[in-house]
């Protein structure tokens, strides 16, 4: 009884922990990403507020703490309201079967860097990151305003059209490990990474991934252009800061995947395990982030046509080309 | 076994308490001047002409709503059939290959169909 009470204990600390960890991560990253615009395009980004800049995001978070929060008078209010919060729940639960490292003993007692160890981790991972459309479509929906009910009809069709290669990819990592437990996965990648195996899995995840973190090339959703922004074109204060902020976690995520199923996740010579993890996340996040200087955006149908011409032949020929290997 | 999912609801509540707070936070320090120019919806300035929400939509989205169902039922199948492969060996393989050939025809189908088209 006393050592069940022990475990949800234990539990809520590192639920507790991993939420601050990943409401917190935001801030630094929103600076980062500025700072690389910023070199990118020869000029230096924020340097007024701190040393260079260093508190500009916590100016931007007082900013929009303090902002008025506009209702638009058509919109269904409490639909409204909740989509916001809705969007903002799924990735954070993502993460309670995303793994950090192996066992280590803190204060006489060994845990995991995990939250929890489920043997259906990649499933969960996809079937709780689905959850996150419910979030943009109701929010574009609710506000009732044109350029938001597009953006969030664009978001949610790019959204669902990508996840279906993005699932198909990580089919071929499940074959080569035989299990879904994000722990075995990085354990069987010890000697080889998956993406020495694994090429085309790999690069449909990485370009699918980018799309379902709606970052350029495949922001459609929020093409600043042609929609005002998209499906929160309406939001504004705090509710528009949970979903930038769900767009970030996002692309953390997506980055942790890439780096757990065809990166080896936190396995390197040397250094401690977690250092290796933190460096391999931290470069897709630069990724990322160089993607959006770097390229132009898609148009709508070609997005489509990526998607459902391309990406999806390319990862079904993958599972069968896998198949064949190990069947 | 159900322990393992028990973080997920703690996790849940946690981040709606966590939102709910700030938004209530954020209700004591910001200004709250509201009238009916200022908020209705952003429509480039001019005054907006009828309602966004009344489902006039493409149909095309609809029809990518429908593909992806089929196709998310199909991922849900593989993933147990990735699982147990190396044990199921090549009977399992020939298995699943036509069902996935069955799966084809139909994108194919929907492809030919224009289905997944976005001009015109």
């Known amino acids: ?327 | 076994m159900l322990l393992d999912y028990l973080p997920v609801l703690i996790m849940a509540v946690f981040v709606a308490f966590i939102a709910t707070m700030t938004l209530f936070v954020s209700s004591l320090v910001r200004p709250s001047r509201p009238y009916p120019k200022k908020n209705q919806p952003y429509e480039c300035g001019v005054d907006p002409i009828g309602e966004a929400s009344t489902g006039r939509i493409r149909i095309h989205y609809f029809v990518i709503a429908i593909l992806f169902i089929i196709f998310d039922v199909e991922t849900l199948y593989l993933f147990p059939w990735a699982v147990v492969l190396k044990e199921i060996g090549l009977f399992g393989y020939i298995e699943m290959f036509i069902f996935i050939f069955l799966l084809l025809i139909g994108l194919i189908y929907a492809w030919v169909k224009g289905a997944l088209e976005w001009e015109s």
Not at chain 1, 221 to 238: N, Q, R, V
């Open chain 1, 1 to 327: 009884m006393l050592d069940l009470f022990m475990t949800i204990f234990f539990m809520i600390i590192k639920v507790i922990g991993i939420t601050l960890i990943l409401l917190l991560l935001p801030v630094p990253l929103t600076w980062l990403e500025r700072k690389v615009a910023g070199h990118i395009q020869q000029r230096l980004g924020p340097m007024r507020v701190g040393w260079h800049g260093l508190l500009q995001p916590i100016a931007d978070g007082i900013k929009l703490l303090t902002k008025e929060d506009n209702i638009p008078i058509y919109a269904d209010k409490t639909l409204f309201k909740l989509a916001p919060i809705i969007s903002l729940i799924p990735p954070f639960l993502v993460f309670v079967a995303v793994p950090f490292g192996e066992d280590v003993t803190l204060f006489g007692r060994k845990t995991g860097l995990y939250i929890s160890d489920m043997n259906i981790g990649l499933l969960y991972i996809f079937a709780v990151a689905g959850l996150e459309v419910y979030g943009v479509i109701l929010g574009g929906w609710a506000s009732n305003s044109k350029y938001a009910l597009l953006g969030g009809l664009r978001c949610c069709a790019q959204l669902i059209s990508y996840e279906i290669p993005l699932g198909f990819s990580v089919m071929g990592v499940i074959m080569l490990t035989g299990s879904m437990s994000l722990l075995d996965i990085v354990e069987a990648q010890s000697q080889i990474w998956n993406v020495v195996y694994q090429p085309i899995g790999f690069f449909v995840f990485l370009v699918a991934g980018i799309a379902e973190a709606q970052r350029i090339p495949f922001d459609l959703a929020e093409a600043e252009g042609d929609l005002g922004s998209g499906y929160h074109t309406e939001y504004s204060g705090m509710r528009f800061a949970f979903f930038m902020l769900t767009e970030y976690i996002v692309m953390l995520t997506v980055s942790v995947l890439i780096v757990l199923l065809f990166f080896g996740g936190w396995n390197g010579p040397f250094l401690p395990p977690i250092v290796w993890f933190i460096l391999k996340v931290g470069f897709f996040v630069y990724l990322f982030m160089w993607f959006r200087f770097t390229f132009p955006r898609y148009r709508y149908d070609q997005l489509m046509s990526i998607g459902w011409k391309v990406l999806l032949p390319l990862s079904l020929a993958n599972i069968l080309i896998t198949g064949i290997f190990l069947a």
